[in-house]
């Protein structure tokens, strides 16, 4: 079994910068990848970033060139830096992991950018 625990989440005004954390615990010998979706109010589940296990990244357009992320695989820890936040970057974020074919997901965590 895995749990992911984020934190970092949190109120900014546009243009500001936020650094999300997620780190993993428990079977974690086998990951796959590990990144970040997020749900607006309202809105459906969006991919954000991934990161695999060998290094390889993807982003969402709408994040690409602001967003970052990385991963301390010591620490099965991965992070999302963001920067130049706008507010429709505003929603709860969610880590995911998978790994051996399971998903795993976050609780999640507010970020809200204000105008």
């Known amino acids: 079994q895995v749990q992911l625990v984020e934190s970092g989440g949190g109120l900014v005004q546009a243009g500001g910068s936020l650094r999300l954390s997620c780190a993993a615990s428990?079977?974690?010998?086998?990951?796959?990848?590990m990144g970040w979706y997020r749900q607006a109010p309202g809105k459906a589940r969006e991919f954000v970033a991934r990161?695999?296990?060998?290094?390889?990244?993807n982003y969402a357009d709408s994040v690409k060139g602001r967003f970052t992320i990385s991963r301390d695989n010591a620490k099965n820890t991965v992070y999302l830096q963001m920067n130049s936040l706008k507010p429709e970057d505003t929603a709860v974020y969610f880590c995911?992991?998978?790994?051996?074919?399971?998903?795993?997901w976050g609780q999640g965590t507010q970020v809200t950018v204000s105008s």
């Open positions: 990161i695999r296990s060998e290094g390889t990244t």
């Open positions: 428990g079977s974690t010998l086998s990951i796959d990848s």
């Open positions: 995911r992991l998978l790994s051996s074919g399971r998903i795993y």
